[in-house]
């Protein structure tokens, strides 16, 4: 009696790690952007509800937010995306030294950000106790201003595992690239933040 056919494979040499779509990291980071964008969705939403629902916006006697601090912020952010994506490029080429350069000057926007985002609260010259207006003006700063130090955090771990001897494992160039695609993710959701904080009172 002959045998029954055995099909194997030795997949000892395949690696244990993926970029891209190929990654599990890459596909949690895409369902909880795609989570969270539904909740700054939902906050825009709340925005505009209690917007037409108040005769002047603000209403009197509170004025508009200053610009300076979030227009500053807004620069910044957008400037970042230039490190950050030769970041995640060299990352992806594992390219050591570029990814250690690299990760100190994300992590130093980072901080400049926290500390205009520190600022920027200061000039909305409403509390979130005084009426719906300063409320949602306040819980859409405090939303965006979570993901802001989560991935600040993030890159400050990240900077000094690569600082160690697990800097040269490839899963942490993985975790890595997965981190500069969350700050896209942070910057482009604050672009509409920033027209409901700054600019929708002001027409």
Do not use: C
Not at 42 to 59: D, I, K, N, T, V
Not at 124 to 137: E, I, K, Q
């Amino acid at each position: 009696m002959t045998a029954p056919y055995r099909f194997e494979r030795d997949l000892s040499a395949l690696p244990d790690y993926a970029f891209g779509n190929r990654s599990l990291t890459w596909w949690g980071i895409i369902a909880f952007m795609l989570i969270e964008g539904a909740a700054f969705a939902m906050a825009g939403g709340a925005y505009f509800f209690l917007h037409a629902h108040q005769e002047s916006w603000p209403p009197p006697p509170f004025q508009p937010p200053g610009l300076l601090p979030g227009t500053l912020f807004t620069i910044v952010i957008l400037l970042s995306e230039i490190p950050n994506t030769i970041l995640k490029r060299d990352a992806e080429a594992m390219r050591l030294g570029t990814v250690r350069l690299l990760l100190p000057v994300m992590a130093a926007i980072g901080a400049i950000l926290v500390v205009i985002r520190a600022f920027e609260f200061g000039v909305l010259n409403v509390s979130w106790t005084d009426n719906p207006y300063g409320s949602v003006m306040w819980m859409l700063l405090l939303l965006h201003t979570t993901h802001i130090i989560t991935d600040w955090i993030d890159t400050l771990v990240l900077l000094a595992l690569m600082y160690t001897r697990h800097g040269e494992q490839p899963r942490r160039f993985v975790d890595t690239s997965e981190n500069s695609l969350y700050w896209r993710f942070v910057w482009i959701t604050w672009l509409p933040i920033y027209l409901l904080l700054y600019w929708v009172p002001r027409w």
